[in-house]
């Protein structure tokens, strides 16, 4: 889900005297490994619906406390990212599990950073809890600063991991955009609305699906776009992922001809695997996006800036292909743990990592890419984990073929923004 709060608002928040605790922690002396659970009960949900937590739990009345199964519920509950503190205690057969939430309706000023566009400011109202069922909702202006407001765009999303009690993940996207593409040397006034579907029909193992109309007014019109895949999910956890394995492929086809302009289909392959070793989180990643067709000018990728490529401040028009591959290898070392905390009475969780790593970027239009298609560049930097945004990204990167420092900063994590049309 594309969320975009205030990243200064909150990183304020992180560097507040507020105070402290362990995110998630067990009482290990009254829940040991063993013991017989006679009732499961729940304390802290104020917001929050009981049933979105029993369907994350593997516990169950009648069975054996375990603290290592504990560890497994504590990191699909964190995933909701609608808790800052959780922990369990038991008082004889009673397992207790104990939950502070996280703020739920956010009023802000709004930020975005776009390899495009820049640094984006405006407005936002989100919800991130909708009902108490973990529906999110959000809606949004932004306009970009240079020039000032000259480069506009309003959006609403709203997503959730269940439909109806179903593992069935959704996430809506509206959005109108206003701005002059340079790189691509068009207007883009458009409207895009899109429907992403994620089936979890086994555990680890989803079906995926995609519909979405978008109309260019200065363009071809109405271009459709419908696509299936599936993924195969192996992570500890989606957020801040420290072990585990990613897999996804997708086939999507763009358009329909004619005078409606481009026609193509997307080969989307999308893999990920971490590992730690201590505090420190070795990930590599790897984008592939093939489209064999007719592809107009005004969807080529781009790479430069943080959410493709880091060896460049920002794209310019020798960035620009039909094809790309995006490859990343990243070391995190975990310098302060997710803590919990509240300010003026929000609750909110913070964590720090340094990151060091190495970003590879192919783009290319025809065929297959050669040496010249490569470029290559060294980054490090600081990302600070907080809630609803994942984390904020600030990194300097260099590329021998620029052979100047770059600084960029973001939000979200690189494998989710590097994926999206405008990023």
């Not at 991130?128 to 999303?157: C, K, Q, S």
């Amino acid at each position: 889900m594309k969320t975009f709060l205030l990243a200064g608002v909150v990183s304020a928040f992180v560097s507040a005297n507020a105070a402290e605790s362990d995110s998630l922690r067990v009482d290990s002396d009254q829940c040991s490994d063993g013991a017989k659970i006679e009732s499961i009960e729940f304390e802290g949900l104020e917001h929050t619906k009981p049933r979105v937590v029993w369907r994350e739990l593997t516990h169950k009345v009648g069975g054996e406390f375990s603290q290592k199964t504990f560890e497994s519920e504590k990191l699909r509950l964190q995933d909701l990212d609608l808790f800052t503190d959780i922990y369990v205690s038991c008082k004889g057969g009673n397992v207790v599990y104990n939950f502070k939430e996280i703020f739920r309706w956010i009023p802000s000023p709004d930020s975005k950073t776009t390899d495009r566009d820049g640094l984006m400011l405006g407005l936002a109202l989100a919800n991130l809890n909708v009902l108490g069922e973990d529906i999110r909702a959000e809606v949004h202006y932004r306009t970009a600063i240079d020039p000032f407001f000259e480069n506009n765009e309003y959006a609403f999303y709203a997503s959730s991991p269940y439909l109806f009690g179903i593992p069935l993940g959704w996430n809506i996207d509206f959005t109108r955009t206003d701005s002059w593409d340079d790189l691509r040397e068009f207007r883009d006034a458009s409207w895009l609305l899109s429907l992403d579907l994620n089936w979890k029909f086994v555990p680890h193992y989803s079906l995926l699906g995609k519909l979405t109309y978008r109309y260019l007014e200065k363009g071809p019109g109405v271009l459709p776009e419908f696509g299936l895949g599936f993924a195969v999910d192996y992570r500890d956890s989606e957020l801040d992922t420290r072990k585990g394995i990613y897999f996804e492929s997708d086939v999507t086809h763009v358009g329909v001809g004619g005078k409606r302009g481009e026609n193509f289909v997307e080969f989307l392959e999308d893999a990920r695997a971490y590992y730690s070793i201590g505090r420190f989180v070795t990930g590599a990643t790897a984008l592939v996006r093939l489209r064999p067709g007719d592809v107009k000018r005004y969807d080529y990728f781009y790479h430069g800036g943080t959410n493709s490529f880091r060896g460049l401040n920002s794209p310019d028009a020798e960035h620009l292909g039909v094809h790309e591959m995006l490859l990343n290898l990243e070391e995190r070392f975990v310098l302060l743990e997710r803590r919990s905390a509240s300010l003026w009475g929000i609750n909110f969780f913070y964590g720090i990592q340094l990151v060091a790593g190495f970003d590879a970027s192919v783009l290319w239009d025809k065929g297959a890419p050669g040496w010249k298609n490569y470029e290559g560049a060294v980054y490090g930097g600081l990302h600070i984990v907080i809630p609803a945004l994942d984390r904020i990204r600030f990194e300097v990167g260099y590329s021998p073929d620029t052979g100047k420092p770059k600084f960029s900063w973001g939000i979200l994590g690189k494998t989710t923004t590097q994926r999206w049309r405008s990023r």
